[in-house]
């Protein structure tokens, strides 16, 4: 799909739902992405996009800004608390944070740095061992926690398990999120960012349905 395309089913999802047209941001996920492809989405006027790994971006983002303006580029993966710094210096976004040792990290940076991007905490909400993100029922302390240190909390973001339905989890997130007066919402990627939209989502992150499939070999 193009990158026109997936705007103009944003759009249409929008509306259908009753949602203000353009009040979702597509963040476009160059991860694993060669250069190329990138450079092609940046000359068709695009600017935000999605990284998973700090030190991928370190190596493509530097490069590009220099190149075009306005660029932002949000972190999508999980941050090693060792790589705070870096992170806060290339990107405008974080989604993942999810315990409270990165939560301090970031507070004593942000004071020492004068600045901290937007932050989004990673919530998961299925439950699941394997992925990163607070339990559903440590979400609002975590998220009180998190204003008391001062931090920029804009949204939660979650990533729901892949057998079930996404709509749920959606949900799930857009209540925990409401509940605490958290405004944007990080959900949706390139088999379900419709649904996600009709859920609320203020952020989708899509990549191969941008990009194409990702090459990993
Ligand atoms: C890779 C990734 C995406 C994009 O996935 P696609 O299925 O290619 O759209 C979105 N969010 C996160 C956290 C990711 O790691």
């Known amino acids: 799909m193009s990158l026109s395309e997936i ?4 759009e249409k999802e929008e509306t259908r739902v009753g949602r203000p047209v ?12 060669p ?19 700090v030190q991928e971006a370190a190596g493509k983002w530097p490069g590009f800004r220099e190149q ?8 999508l993966g999980p941050l090693q608390t060792n790589k705070t710094r870096q992170a806060m210096e290339l990107f ?11 939560a301090n990290t970031l507070a004593r940076l942000a004071q020492e740095i004068g600045h901290c991007p937007d932050l989004f905490i990673q919530v998961n909400t299925g439950e699941e061992d394997q992925k990163a993100g607070v339990m559903p029922r440590d979400a609002d302390a975590f998220i009180k926690d998190a204003r ?10 979650c990533i729901p398990p892949a057998d079930e339905e996404a709509s749920l989890h959606f949900a799930l997130l857009r209540k925990i999120a409401a509940r605490n ?37």
Do not use: C, W
């Open 22 to 33: 353009g009040s979702t941001q597509l963040i476009a996920v160059s991860k694993v992405q």
């Open 68 to 75: 075009f303006s306005d660029v932002k580029v949000h972190l």
């Open 181 to 217: 007066g958290v405004e944007g919402l990080s959900m949706g990627m390139s088999g379900d960012f419709e649904r996600a939209v009709a859920q609320g989502a203020t952020h989708v992150r899509v990549g191969s349905a941008i990009f194409g499939a990702r090459d990993y070999g």
């Open 92 to 102: 405008d976004a974080i989604h993942s944070v999810d315990r409270p040792k990165l």
């Open 148 to 157: 008391a240190l001062d931090l920029p909390v804009v949204g939660l973001m």
């Open 7 to 10: 705007t103009t089913k944003i």
């Open 35 to 53: 250069n190329g492809r990138v450079e092609a989405v940046l000359r068709e006027g695009h600017r935000l996009f999605g990284e998973n790994k």
